[in-house]
């Protein structure tokens, strides 16, 4: 079961209201949980990235210039859409799928994340430019932990 089929049985919970959905398959299982409740703090389903500028760089002003405008760059984060382990590469005997400065499209495979035995390709799902990689090869990942910076283009 890869990420789209996730994606699609989240999609089926909520159209029909469903609150829980398990399913066992040989030795896979996946149990998803939501709180259909419309007075609790809603719940997440795919935060794959989102705009957040960084803190504006404050620079004094010359004495030959009136004022400067402080400079704000906007960057997308790409975000984990599961708990798993991070992988940069395919397999252990393949490069790197993204390096800093690398350009990327929506359907650039960014990462590898293996999740019960699952390994599930990461998709950029934007345009731009990888500024920043955020998490260690090998390395345990949380749900919605950011993973990757991206300049949009």
């Given at each position: 079961?890869?990420?789209?089929?996730i994606?699609?049985?989240?999609?089926?919970?909520?159209?029909?209201?469903?609150?829980?959905?398990?399913?066992e398959?040989?030795?896979?299982?996946?149990?998803?949980?939501?709180?259909?409740?419309?007075?609790?703090?809603?719940?997440?389903?795919?935060?794959?990235?989102?705009?957040?500028?960084?803190?504006?760089?404050?620079?004094?002003?010359?004495?030959?210039?009136?004022?400067?405008?402080?400079?704000?760059?906007?960057?997308?984060?790409?975000?984990?859409?599961?708990?798993?382990?991070?992988?940069?590469?395919?397999?252990?005997?393949?490069?790197?799928?993204?390096?800093?400065?690398?350009?990327?499209?929506?359907?650039?495979v960014?990462?590898v994340?293996?999740?019960?035995?699952?390994?599930?390709?990461?998709?950029?799902?934007?345009?731009?430019?990888?500024?920043?990689?955020?998490?260690?090869?090998?390395?345990?990942?949380?749900?919605?932990?950011?993973?990757?910076?991206?300049?949009?283009?």
């Amino acid at each position: 079961m890869d990420l789209k089929d996730i994606k699609a049985i989240v999609d089926l919970m909520k159209k029909n209201s469903l609150s829980e959905f398990e399913l066992e398959h040989q030795d896979f299982k996946i149990k998803l949980k939501r709180n259909p409740s419309p007075t609790a703090a809603p719940l997440e389903d795919q935060p794959v990235y989102v705009v957040q500028p960084p803190a504006p760089a404050i620079v004094p002003p010359l004495a030959s210039q009136s004022v400067l405008q402080p400079v704000v760059q906007e960057y997308l984060e790409i975000k984990s859409p599961m708990i798993g382990t991070f992988y940069r590469a395919a397999s252990p005997e393949s490069s790197d799928l993204v390096e800093v400065g690398m350009h990327v499209t929506p359907e650039t495979v960014v990462c590898v994340i293996e999740a019960m035995k699952v390994m599930n390709e990461i998709k950029a799902e934007v345009k731009g430019v990888v500024t920043q990689i955020l998490v260690e090869n090998a390395k345990p990942v949380e749900f919605g932990q950011p993973l990757f910076r991206i300049r949009p283009t």
